[in-house]
């Protein structure tokens, strides 16, 4: 009587038997989206009674967003999907765990296939009605405070399809995960395994580069998981969330969600295979297949086995010995684990030694790999006839970067998207010129991230490190920042398509003064200030320090971005077209308006840090000689500074021509480095109220240092150290 029912009526029989997990799916996606709907939705109305939207245009939008972050692409949902889809496969198949049950399904005159198929389809549907349920309770909720508009509707379709296709994924890898199994403990660390093994062995490989590989480099290429959706999906999803509109959603949601489906359908393959192969036997087994024990035990074993050897590592102060004795030791116990598990029985702890031994062969070659660079990582540069293009950032330069809809971006993406340095020769000879990774840091070296675009299409990235005060060095940089292409990736300025007619203020600012130039002027101010970075090399940052910076801010829809324009004494047109604005001031300021200037000295030369007590090199020998002068020991920080305030204007007049401000970086500058000077002196430069002085009234006091050499004997006698510490 039963081989005459219909698939459907197959279909409401196993739905009965699965009203638990129904509850938890539908009860679960309302949640998700209408508990979290209303949420959003209510605190944003609460920030427009508190008077935080101006306009109630800006309001209006910022309900649209609430209701794209809670029903379209949502950070709450990827946990809550992968989680369903493991329940949801579980519980749908669970009797393949229990030999009875099996025998008592198999006794049915139904087809293996269409069981497979009734089940599968059962889940399928019951996340979609669950899903659906709860999306639609997050719409009507959106559409009652007027939240919901074509592109609310949009991110909620194409949310919908991409969320579907994840689901899909992990749904298929935990079918995979019981056919492969017999036993709920194993299904579950299997299932975790599948989701997050590519992940582990991606980091795993990376902290291995980073450990043993002077010249690795995670800034331009970071290495990681091709396949995985739940690195795709926590990668993504703030992308999705603030897309500039659905066109720009789509065409990042789409081709990762036609990769999940495809990997979903070739998944969903595998165990629909190893459905049709599985025995009634295996049943309560931990693994279904016995061939698939060794396999599974040296794929476990290599990963964690590094992560315990990294642990003994990180704490152990890198003693690479230990490294070695925590990843075998590592190793031999998850292999002895996984022999008890699968065969339930703890006098199975040394079975199968054949493949221990492999998995610990497989451990230390890989250790050998990355110890001795049996493979030349560090050693590889590239032939100049096999060099495309290349992107470089050198340390000494951050800023942010914005896209024309005031997006940030990252510092490696927007400079590998902008820079292509067609004349590589400098750049590959300063990478054969490079200074050995000086992992104590005692040298003054820097380091800059490279990235090679290779004739065949391959890109590789490597982090060397220079000396800026190398002369050859020094010439090689001056090639590589005098050309457009460096210039055009590293300053945004330089390619600003930003419309002009979006800048809200422009200011100029010399570390104390602040002027005002409008905003019709920043087209005309930024092409006077593009004509002079014609000038532009590593000997003119290097050697000197910009006298100020102008910062152009825009409105609208870009209320975050910001963009500033270093200028130096050699920029002429931009200081010429600034002083047309009434709105130059030398850095240099005029003793006259200043009230008083106090000095502090650190006298870094003595101060104590107790961890430095106990190491061993002698090039920190002083602390010990500095903490035997002042006492037997030292538990706390020991403060040699001092002050001194000096208010005559002639002090103050011999004082003001050696400092310069803190307010304004100095990108790449040679200011700064000399422990000395800049290290051990701040002041505290405080304007006369009835100043004329354009100086930012907000502020109390501005900060300046010394420049290198430039400390008046005065002053270093005013502060030198009495042998009283300024507890």
Known sequence: MTS???????????????????????????????GITMIYLSRIKGYYADGNYKAPAAF???????????????????????????????????????RRKVDMYHSVPVSKDRRFVVVYVNGLFLYLIA??????????????????????????????????????????????????????????????????????????????????????SGYFIHQEAKLSPLVDYTANIWQLKYAKDAAAAAKLAMPLAAKWFGIALVVLLLAWFAYKKRASEAAGKAVAYRFLEPFLKVAAAVPAAYLVGQFVYDTSHQNELLLVLGMLLGGLIVCSVMEVVFDFDIRSIFKHLISSGVALAAIMVIFCIFKWDLFGYDSYIPAQNKVESIAISTDGYYDSYWDENGQYLDNPDYQKETMFLTDTEPVLTLARHAKPLDREGLSNNRCVEILYRLTSGRQAARRIWVDYDDPETAALLNRIFSTEAFQKGMFQGMEDETSYDRVETINYSN???????????????????????????????????????????????????????YVYESFVNTIDYLKKQEAYYPVELNAADIDLIKVTCYHNEFSVNPDMLYRDDPGYAFYREAVAAEA????????????????????????????????????????????????????????????????????????????????????????????????
Request: net charge negative; charged share 20%.
């Open 511 to 565: 570390g104390a003064a602040m002027t005002i130039v409008p905003k019709e002027e920043a087209k005309g101010l930024r092409d006077a200030w593009v004509k002079d970075m014609e000038q532009f090399d590593f000997s003119l940052v290097r050697n000197n320090r910009p006298c100020g910076v102008i910062r152009m801010s825009y409105g609208a829809d870009m209320s975050y971005m910001q963009r500033s324009y």
């Open 4 to 34: 005459k029912n219909s698939f459907w009526d197959s279909c409401r029989e196993n739905h009965k038997r699965r009203i638990w997990v129904w509850i938890v799916a539908v009860l679960s996606q309302l949640l998700a989206y209408g």
């Open 632 to 727: 037997e020991y030292v538990d706390t920080y020991v403060d040699y500074s001092t002050e001194e305030t000096f208010y005559e204007e002639e002090q103050i007049a011999q004082i003001l021509p050696h400092i310069y401000p803190n307010y304004i970086d100095a990108p790449w500058s040679s200011y700064g480095e000399d422990a000395d000077d800049s290290n051990n002196y701040y002041l505290e430069v405080v304007f006369k109220k009835d100043s004329s002085y354009p100086y930012e009234r907000g502020s109390y006091y501005f900060t300046y240092c010394f420049r290198n050499g430039e400390v008046p004997e005065f002053v270093k006698e005013a502060t030198a150290y009495t042998g009283e510490s300024a507890e």
């Open 131 to 216: 899903n659906l349920l709860g999306l639609a309770s997050g719409m009507v909720i959106a559409v009652s405070q007027g939240a919901v508009n074509a592109e609310v509707l949009a991110a909620a379709g194409l949310a919908f399809v991409w969320n579907l296709a994840f689901f899909l994924v992990f749904y298929h890898l935990m079918i995979l995960a019981v056919m492969l199994t017999g036993n709920r403990f194993v299904t579950i660390c299997l299932f975790l395994a599948f989701a997050i093994y590519e992940f582990m062995a991606y980091s795993s490989i990376n902290n291995l580069k980073q450990t043993f590989f002077e010249t690795y």
């Open 60 to 98: 209006k939008e910022a309900l649209y967003q609430a209701a794209k972050d809670s029903i379209g692409f949502s950070d709450n949902l990827y946990t809550l999907i992968l989680v369903l889809a493991a329940i949801i496969a579980m519980q749908g198949f669970s009797y393949l765990y229990d």
